[in-house]
């Protein structure tokens, strides 16, 4: 079992930033990857951006060039940049942990999300 603590999202105009935490109750170095999703009322939840215990990192065409996932480990924390937001970043933003293995499948955790508002 892993928690996922999120904050940081909030209010802003558009061409604003914010930065999220992802908090996670076991060290991140035992987790696969970590990633944020958002979903948008009506809308399917989506990938945003993902990071491997390697460093590796990946991000939807839609927010590249915006936003930045990074991490602390110290903090078993990770972080995500948003720059540049636009009101179609609108959503609540979750965090996201893979700790899958043969010994435990499908080993998917989730925070409780954070809301992110960006406003004409």
């Known amino acids: 079992q892993v928690q996922l603590v999120e904050s940081g999202g909030g209010l802003v105009q558009a061409g604003g930033s914010l930065r999220l935490s992802c908090a996670a109750s076991?060290?991140?170095?035992?987790?696969?990857?970590m990633g944020w999703y958002r979903q948008a009322p009506g809308k399917q939840r989506e990938l945003v951006a993902t990071?491997?215990?390697?460093?590796?990192?990946t991000y939807a065409d839609s927010v590249k060039g915006r936003f930045t996932i990074s991490r602390n480990t110290a903090k078993n924390t990770v972080y995500l940049q948003m720059n540049s937001l636009k009101p179609e970043d609108t959503a609540v933003y979750y965090c996201?942990?893979?700790?899958?293995?043969?010994?435990?499948?499908?080993?998917?955790?989730w925070g409780q999300g954070t809301q992110v508002t960006v406003s004409s």
């Open positions: 076991i060290s991140i170095f035992s987790i696969n990857a």
């Open positions: 996201n942990a893979d700790r899958s293995a043969v010994s435990r499948p499908h080993a998917v955790y």
């Open positions: 990071i491997a215990t390697s460093g590796s990192t």
